[in-house]
């Protein structure tokens, strides 16, 4: 039996987690362990306490630890607007730029015919519902600029059409890009939503 069995094990479990291989599992458990005090105490502890208590908001998707998130329990997020987002990794990057202050849906996904994930597999009903019961004037729809993204904000206009203004992210070059690198379809989109200086 090996005397490192269990921390090979932890090692093979953090090389699992997006953007760590092993070597740099490896590297993290080794840091892990030489604090252990400051690290992987407090690190053991609060995995346990988010396992235990971490679920989705049953109104947006959302990930917390209460049935309601904070973003929908706050009266001065209810201005209205809801961003419609694929997952919950896009509702937090849209959190971490900090300019948009209304609610989120999280639709847990695109519909897609190849893995036959169609509306009643995402939370696109639900958001028709809240459209109606929130008052919402305006749907941003922030997918992807993939054929299962731009299918899925299609849909979703269809559904909504007349009921609310619908608006999406712009598309084109991002601050600080170079054309020299940027892909085609990319300076096409910019190029289409050119505006006057």
């Known amino acids: 039996m090996s005397s490192t069995r269990e921390i090979d094990a932890l090692i093979d479990m953090m090389a699992r987690l997006p953007g760590l291989g092993p070597r740099s599992a490896r590297r993290a458990v080794l840091q892990m362990i030489r604090k252990r005090n400051v690290l992987l105490g407090p690190l053991a502890d609060l995995m346990q306490t988010v396992a235990a208590t971490a679920c989705e908001c049953t109104n947006c998707g959302n990930i917390g630890t209460q049935e309601i998130c904070d973003i929908c329990r706050s009266e001065k997020r209810a201005n209205g607007q809801i961003c419609v987002v694929e997952d ?110």
């Open 88 to 197: 919950v990794a896009d509702l937090w990057a849209m959190e971490r730029a900090g300019n948009f202050r209304g609610r989120y849906h999280v639709l847990g996904g695109t519909l897609s015919a190849l893995d036959q994930v169609g509306p009643e597999q995402l939370r696109i009903p639900r958001l028709i519902e809240r459209v109606s019961a929130e008052r919402v004037t305006e749907v941003i729809l922030a997918l992807d600029v993939t054929v299962d993204g731009q299918t899925t904000a299609h849909y979703i206009a269809d559904q909504l059409d007349g009921k609310v203004t619908l608006t999406s992210l712009a598309q084109g070059v991002p601050i600080g890009g170079e054309l020299d690198y940027l892909d085609d379809g990319t300076i096409s989109a910019a190029l289409a939503a050119r505006k006057p200086l």
